[in-house]
């Protein structure tokens, strides 16, 4: 038997790696009949939160964003989503955005389907409409090449405009590739790694990060990524973009 004094995740002040082996369960008022893990949240110091729920044949999200926008992703599974009048099934791969003050609900789930939530205070800016309700489908959305290296691929979930103050997108690593720098920047992420395996670079400390794996990153933390192993490693992530954060 292993010992349960090993552990690959680590909290530290601007970045976090945590490994399902430590998750432990919260209750979330309407959100029945499954687990939820709160992977990050503003408990760390984060300004997002994201969650990872998996849900039993009787499960349901029923809930209202407030002044947070919620980004659902279906890591694997299958529900129907109820979401501002639109019934829509999602399976592996879709996703809702749902934006502030507006009534959601997932019901009907394949046992054992796993969503993944991206949580975000909206900012509003002046001129620019708040975003509509957005349903989609990661595999519908082109991945090319990401800075003219064609190991690495990049997929923008939602509409690059200045309404939206969150992006997700979804990186995929050929083995082997890596970012083409270390990346410093004033941007937030949470990311769930969907597929393979790599090293991470954070704050010059070095993980090993596999399929299952999470991980925080603060604004300014230090962030470098290289795939390894046989297959491409693929993670999904959130961002903060397009407000300017300098009080005026
Ligand atoms: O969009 C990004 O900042 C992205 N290249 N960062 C990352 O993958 N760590
Ligand atoms: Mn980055």
Same mark, same amino acid.
Do not use: C, K, V, Y
């Given at each position: 038997m292993e010992i349960s004094a090993l552990t690959r995740s680590v909290v530290k002040s601007n970045h976090a790696v945590i490994a399902p082996d430590g998750y432990i369960n919260s209750n979330v008022p309407g959100w029945t009949g499954c687990t939820v893990n709160v992977?990050? @949240?503003? /408990?760390?110091? /984060?300004n997002l939160c994201q969650t990872l729920i998996t849900l039993n044949k009787d499960g349901k999200l029923i809930g209202s964003t407030k002044e947070s926008q919620i980004f659902f992703y279906v890591v694997k599974g299958k529900t129907k989503a109820t979401v501002g009048g639109t019934k829509k099934v999602l399976s592996t791969g879709q996703f809702v955005y749902v934006p502030p003050k507006k009534a959601y609900k997932f019901e009907d789930v394949e046992e054992g389907t796993q969503i993944l939530t991206f949580h975000k205070v909206y900012e509003k800016l002046v001129g620019y409409a708040v975003p509509n309700i957005l349903f989609g489908d990661a595999a519908k959305v082109p991945g090319p090449s990401y800075l003219g290296d064609d190991a690495l691929r990049l997929q923008v979930l939602?509409?690059? @405009?200045?309404?939206?103050d969150m992006a997700v997108n979804i990186f995929t690593y050929d083995s082997g590739g890596h970012l083409p720098m270390v990346e410093t920047h004033i941007m937030e992420h949470g990311l769930l790694y969907l597929q393979g395996q790599g090293v991470y670079m954070l704050d010059h400390q070095w993980y090993p990060i596999k399929k299952g794996d999470s991980i925080w990153m603060a604004p300014y933390c230090q962030q470098w990524f290289t795939a390894m192993g046989k297959e491409p490693a693929v993670y999904i992530y959130y961002k903060n973009v397009n407000r300017f954060p300098t009080v005026q």
């Open positions: 992977i990050i @949240n503003e /408990a760390m110091g /984060a939602l509409p690059d @405009n200045l309404s939206f």
